[in-house]
């Protein structure tokens, strides 16, 4: 027998749900109110190449031995290096992982006869694959910073001090990066997933059990990404700045979060921006 809120809630919104449980727009929905909560719109900010300009020189390079220039550019070459191996191993084990999960749920959706399962399969698939979007464009570069450096080592026509500056340069964008990629706003972006994916199969789909479970286990996984992003280059910026006091500004720790409303065709979305 249906439960009295359940003939309310058709009463109210028969057409509606009627729309709803079209197989096409359900997915539709689904994809939509995800896609709309939990999509941050970063540029890929991976490194670009060296083009810094000859002149850009710290007050503190130039007037330094050539002993201490050539430490300098050594420690951070070295910590680069160390901090590029790690961002490495960080950025395609997770990319993997969520990538399984997505073809893991895709498949599972395709195979399966159960429809609640197939719900399951496809919220799962769409938070996934949110996480593979996730890494794509997160800000903190996947690798290439230390190629940066290498690139400005091997210039005949600069001097030391000249690729000191931009080896400095390289170091402190890397860890301002790093910066924006494990503040706090990330763990909100998280669990607005989550609740997302909790609604979705709450209101969508009428499971609420399952609406628990995937908020949970969306959280879970989603929030290790966050834990563990490299922080290489924001440590040795710290060290290299209290060791040699680089005539260069300091790294920004709190990222400005701004936000618009976007309409598009069909379609309304929130913009977040930090």
Do not use: C
């Amino acid at each position: 027998m249906p439960r009295p809120w359940q003939i309310a809630r058709s009463e109210r919104f028969a057409d509606l749900l009627l729309a709803v449980y079209n197989p096409p727009m359900r997915i539709y929905i689904a994809l939509a109110l995800l896609l709309s909560v939990a999509a941050p719109a970063f540029a890929d900010e991976s490194p670009a190449p060296v083009t810094a300009p000859l002149s850009l020189l710290p007050s503190a390079a130039v007037t330094s031995p050539v002993d201490d220039v050539k430490t300098r550019l050594s420690f951070i070459r070295s910590e680069l290096e160390a901090r590029d191996r790690y961002a490495a191993y960080w950025w395609w084990g997770f990319t993997s992982i969520y990538a399984i999960g997505t073809i893991g749920q895709g498949v599972l959706y395709v195979a399966t006869p159960d429809q609640r399962v197939r719900n399951d399969a496809l919220v799962g698939g769409v938070t996934s694959a949110l996480g593979v979007i996730g890494m794509l464009i997160v800000p903190a570069p996947k690798g290439g910073t230390a190629a940066q450096v290498d690139r400005a080592f091997a210039r005949t026509d600069w001097t030391d001090e000249q690729k000191l500056a931009v080896a400095e340069t390289v170091l402190m964008d890397t860890a301002a990066k790093e910066a924006e990629s494990h503040h706090w706003f990330q763990y909100v972006q998280g669990a607005a997933v989550g609740v997302a994916a909790g609604a979705v199969m709450w209101w969508v789909y009428d499971q609420p059990s399952s609406a628990g479970i995937k908020l949970a286990t969306t959280i879970l996984f989603g929030t290790p990404r966050t834990v563990f992003t490299p922080t290489g280059a924001e440590d040795a910026w710290e060290t290299y700045r209290a060791r040699y006091n680089p005539a260069v500004a300091g790294l920004r720790r709190d990222p400005e979060v701004t936000w618009s409303v976007v309409a598009g065709p069909s379609q309304v979305g929130v913009q977040w921006r930090f």
